[in-house]
């Protein structure tokens, strides 16, 4: 892309330019909407819609048929049913300083002819995807993303999972479509990407593409498990006026029992909305969740009638974006982390630099191709641009979200600076770092003889939903591993740490820094409690690669003990054979999954040894397998429609509890459909295939109540 002044442009030269920048554009929105995986920062994405906007308006001639100008977001996955928007879902402009807000409310008095001041509400512009929600008499029928704003993608078993999300709404009117933003919380982001990371699975950028790619799953129990929040701020077809007030409207919403967002107010004119603008940029940082600007809304909705739409924005409504939390800043250096499965994961150590009020010196740098200027599929990124050690690079952070290098300056970048050439030994131990085809992620073979990676698991094997040991967390982990005198190097150490205190007579830990008489033994005691551990605890706290707390706990309740799972694992060792096939045919337990635990407890390993050696010194407590003689044991259930005497989580967790398998949709390998009211497509490819289907009562008195 050029960087010449709009004024200057030749014909020929706009022309060129605004074919390059429909295509960027068309990436950049593929990247971020279809693929959850945005390449470009939202500040550089803003740069080019802003950008192709002005070379528009000078040259209006040469505006193009795909132009991004008219376009609103990506056009719809594959994989999902369509469903056409009855009222187009828009999408906003944008405000970026104070005198943009004030040329809105002039160009919104002026459209209407209105000489005194008018009322607009002010509320946060919440940073996750928008949803439509369809209710017909009071029940959810449909659930859709925006798309492109005429068609979206039908996520309604999705949309169901999530808590925030009425399932039947009373007093509603007869048709009301509810709009607003599905959104991830800082710590529950947080926390998902600590479990993805412990099972291997990938993570998730910030939580806007984690609130994306889970409510775009196609198997609903996934996007259940994700803790998906939603706050209702707009509407879509409805067959009465919620109100006559956008303030109005969204009190309804709310009494109506959707959540709306506590920071909207009514303003009296530009004054009061940029006071308000400036209340809510200050709170950002403690909302908890990732807002990206404020939302102004003509308050009288008769006037937002009138005002109207664009091409794809109304007339009546702008969004104040905060500025961009970009700073530029020299890249000092390049360190290599090696986590818990041996991942290498570059992190850029930066002169340290303010961005967005946060002193930032350290930024990550995703993996190789990531700094070579490649994305996964080896496409370039950031126009192919690499970065080196010694260059200027600009910093960005997104709410909450470790920060991260965006972009390279080359015009700064020294003659004699070298391309950064990523290791291919693990700098923690020395062994070979092996990249597997079609990972971005170059990993460490070094396995426990690796102290990094050591550590990490080590970490893990404490952490809540594993030991749990109270008074040995993160920070004790690295001490003791580090420790001359009680030096904790597997699992197995935790649990002889009291004895070799004791065998030691001089330096006893209740006389250390930090340590008294009163910790010491309580540490010892909170190891002690835990020598008795669930199977599933004791599986997801070995770590293993892909074996997190789900497939952890299908073991547990498959095997029942330690001694059965052991088996199995040692007689399906070759990766073929009878065996093999019945790990793998385990539900929820496929081939990677059963490579990875045949790989890490292989009974030739000395890894199975410390296993061995640590399970010797517990009591492994067995986990009630499911039941197998319940009328519904190993069958596969579909549920469709309402559920009226439980809510969907509840009744998949009671059918799986007896034993039966639930799935997201009907095939020739499902054998009962319970059906309530609404149950639609799924009902009737039940129906084709010949299946059972029964309703709600008949499925209760089929499970005993
Ligand atoms: S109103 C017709 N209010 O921002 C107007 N949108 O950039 C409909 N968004 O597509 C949108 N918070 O996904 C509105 N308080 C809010 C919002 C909000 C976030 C999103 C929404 C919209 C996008 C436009």
Not at 50 to 76: C, Y
Not at 135 to 153: F, K, N
Not at 420 to 438: L, N, W, Y
């Amino acid at each position: 892309m050029t960087d010449k002044p709009v004024e200057v442009l030749t014909e020929a030269e706009a022309r060129a330019e605004l074919a390059r920048l429909a295509q960027a554009i068309a990436a950049a929105n593929t990247a971020y909407h279809t693929l959850d995986a945005p390449e470009i920062s939202d500040a550089e994405y803003d740069a080019l819609k802003r950008r192709n906007a002005a070379i528009e308006a000078r040259f209006p001639a040469l505006k193009r048929p795909d132009s991004p100008t008219d376009q609103v977001g990506a056009t719809v996955a594959e994989g999902f049913g369509k469903v056409a928007h009855r009222v187009r879902m828009l999408s906003l402009e944008n405000a970026f300083t104070p005198e943009e807000v004030a040329e809105f409310d002039d160009r919104v008095r002026k459209f209407l002819g209105h000489r005194g001041a008018l009322d607009y509400t002010a509320e946060p512009k919440i940073d996750g995807l928008s949803l439509s929600l369809r209710y017909e008499d009071g029940v959810l029928v449909q659930a859709a993303t925006r798309g492109d704003g005429e068609v979206g993608e039908n996520v309604t078993e999705n949309a169901r999972t999530i808590a925030d999300i009425p399932q039947r709404l009373t007093g509603a009117p007869v048709v009301l479509e509810v709009r607003g933003e599905v959104y991830m919380s800082h710590a529950d982001f947080a926390a998902l990407n600590e479990r993805q990371s412990a099972t291997g699975d990938r993570t998730f950028a910030n939580p806007r593409n984690a609130a994306a790619g889970s409510l775009r799953q196609l198997d609903a129990s996934i996007t259940a498990s994700r803790p998906l929040r939603f706050f209702a701020y707009a509407w879509g077809e409805v067959s009465a006026p919620l109100s006559t007030t956008q303030l109005g409207a969204i009190a309804r919403l709310n009494e109506l029992g959707f959540q709306t967002n506590p920071l909207t107010v009514l303003c009296d004119g530009p004054e009061a909305m940029l006071a308000h603008y400036r209340r809510i940029e200050a709170q950002r940082a403690t909302l908890g969740y990732d807002i990206d600007g404020v939302v102004y809304k003509v308050n009288d909705l008769a006037l937002q009638q009138r005002l109207g739409f664009r091409s794809s924005t109304p007339r009546w409504a702008i969004a104040h974006k905060f500025p961009a939390e970009l700073a530029w800043t020299e890249l000092l250096g390049i360190d290599i982390q090696v986590g818990r499965t041996g991942a290498l994961s570059p992190v850029a150590r930066l002169r340290p630099v303010t961005v967005g009020g946060v002193v930032v010196s350290n930024a990550t740098l995703h993996n190789e191709d990531y700094i070579a200027g490649r994305d996964s599929r080896g496409q370039p990124i950031r126009g192919g641009k690499d970065i080196r050690v010694g260059d200027w690079v600009q910093v960005y952070r997104a709410g909450d979200v470790i920060p991260k290098v965006a972009d390279v300056d080359l015009a700064r970048r020294k003659s004699d600076a070298q391309p950064f050439v990523f290791p291919d030994v693990c700098p923690e131990c020395g062994s070979p770092a092996h990249r597997e085809p079609g990972d971005s992620v170059r990993r460490c073979t070094g396995g426990l003889i690796c102290p990094a990676q050591a550590v990490e698991r080590l970490k893990h094997f404490v952490s809540r939903n594993a030991f749990d040991i109270e008074g040995l967390g993160a920070k004790q982990i690295e001490m003791f591993f580090n420790d001359p005198i009680l030096p904790v190097r597997s699992p197995a150490d935790i649990f002889t740490l009291a004895e070799r205190d004791a065998a030691n007579p001089l330096q006893k830990l209740r006389n250390r820094d930090g340590f008294g008489e009163v910790s010491a033994a309580k540490l010892f005691a909170a190891i002690e409690a835990r020598r008795r551990i669930r199977l599933d605890r004791l599986i997801f706290a070995l770590g293993i690669r892909h074996i997190g707390e789900t497939s952890s706990g299908l073991l547990a309740r498959h095997f029942g003990t330690w001694e059965a799972l052991v088996q199995a694992i040692d007689a399906a060792r070759d990766c073929s054979g009878p065996d093999w096939e019945a790990l793998t045919a385990i539900d929820g337990i496929g081939e990677v999954s059963a490579r990875a635990l045949v790989d890490a407890l292989h009974p030739d390993s000395p890894e199975r040894a410390e296993v061995d050696r640590l399970v010797g010194m517990l009591t492994v407590l067995p986990v009630a397998a499911a039941a197998t003689d319940s009328p519904v044991a190993g069958k596969t259930v579909v549920f469709t429609g309402t559920l009226e005497r439980m809510t969907r989580a509840e009744a998949k967790a009671r059918a799986e509890a007896l034993g039966a398998k639930v799935a997201g949709s009907v095939s020739a390998k499902t054998d009962l459909v319970v059906a309530g009211p609404g149950a639609g497509s799924k009902a009737k490819d039940a129906e084709r295939l010949g299946i059972e289907i029964i309703d709600e009562d008949a499925w209760l008195r089929l499970i005993g109540g």
